[in-house]
C-alpha cells in the first residue's frame, strides 16, 4: 500500500519538476502548470481504490503536509482532505469516473480555476479545481449534469415536499386554534371551584367565631369559680383575687 503511494507521489514529482521551472514566465500566473496540477489530482484519485483514500486519512497533519510537500503539490492538508470527500461524494452520485477532457484554466473574481468534462458511469459532471492569486489550490468540486427530467423530478420533490410540510403546519395550528373553545370552560370550572371554596371558608367563620366565643365564656365561668373556691378557702372576699391565667396540671396517679 505505502509503496503504491510512494510510486504516485514519485510521478507526481516528476511531473511537477517538468512544469515548475516555468511558473515565473507571466506576472499572472501559469495557465499549463495549473492544469498540470490538476490533472495529476484528477489522474491519482481516479486509480486509487478505498484503501488508498482510508490512509491518506489516517495520517496525521504533519505526514500528510510533507506527503503533500514531497509530491509538490500546493496544496493544504484539510483542502487536501476535502477534495478526496468531494471526489468520492461525486463517484457515489455518479458512479465509477470513467474519463475527462480537455482542462481549462480562467481568472475568476476569487482567484483562477480550471475546470474540466468528466465522464461517470452514471452521469457526466464538471470538475472544477480553484486556486489562489499565489497559485495555491484550495479546493475541488464535482457538479452532477442532471438531463430535463431528473431536474423536474427534483423540482416536484422538493415542491411536494415544501408543500407538505406547510399543511402539516397549518394542520397542527388547525389544531391548536380548536382547542381555544375549550379555555373558558376549563377558566369557569377554576372560577366555580373557586367561589365554592370561599363559599366554605365564608361559612365556617361564623362557626369558628362562635366556638371562640364560647371558650372565652367557658375561661369566663371558670375563671369565677375558681376565685370563689379560693375567697372561700381563704375566708375573704373574691373581690381581692384577680386570676391572670389558667393552666391545667396533669393528674397525679396515686398508688
Known amino acids: 500500500m505505502k509503496k503504491k503511494i510512494s510510486l504516485m507521489i514519485l510521478a507526481l514529482a516528476l511531473i511537477f519538476s517538468i ?26 484519485f481516479s486509480q486509487m481504490t478505498e484503501s488508498d483514500f ?24 484539510d483542502n487536501f482532505l476535502a477534495m478526496i470527500e468531494a471526489w468520492k461524494a461525486a463517484e457515489t452520485e455518479c458512479g465509477e469516473f470513467e474519463t475527462c477532457g480537455e482542462f481549462r484554466a480562467e481568472m475568476t473574481s476569487r482567484g ?12 457526466t459532471a464538471s470538475i472544477v479545481f480553484a486556486f489562489d492569486e499565489d497559485m495555491n489550490m484550495d479546493s475541488m468540486t464535482v457538479s452532477a449534469h442532471y438531463t430535463t427530467a431528473e431536474i423536474l423530478e427534483k423540482a416536484g420533490l422538493n415542491t411536494i415536499l415544501g408543500m407538505g410540510t406547510v399543511f402539516i403546519v397549518l394542520i397542527f395550528i388547525s389544531f391548536i386554534i380548536s382547542l381555544f373553545k375549550y379555555i373558558p370552560v376549563i377558566e369557569a370550572k377554576f372560577k366555580k371551584n373557586k367561589a365554592v371554596e370561599e363559599a366554605e371558608v365564608l361559612k365556617e367563620e361564623p362557626k369558628a367565631e362562635a366556638e371562640e366565643a364560647t371558650a ?28 391572670r391565667s389558667i393552666k391545667r396540671r396533669k393528674l397525679n396517679k396515686w398508688s
Open 112 to 123: 483562477i480555476s480550471v475546470s474540466t468534462e468528466a465522464e461517470y458511469a452514471d452521469k
Open 216 to 243: 372565652k365564656v367557658d375561661d369566663t365561668e371558670l375563671v369565677a369559680v375558681i376565685t370563689a373556691a379560693i375567697a372561700a378557702a381563704e375566708g375573704t372576699s373574691a373581690d381581692g383575687f384577680i386570676v
Open 19 to 44: 512544469t515548475g521551472c516555468s511558473k515565473a514566465d507571466t506576472a499572472d500566473y501559469n495557465e499549463d502548470t495549473l492544469i498540470s496540477y490538476a490533472g495529476a489530482i484528477v489522474s491519482s
Open 54 to 77: 482510508e490512509n491518506f486519512e489516517s495520517m496525521s497533519d504533519l505526514e500528510l503536509n510533507l506527503t503533500l510537500l514531497n509530491s509538490g503539490l500546493p496544496i493544504e492538508s
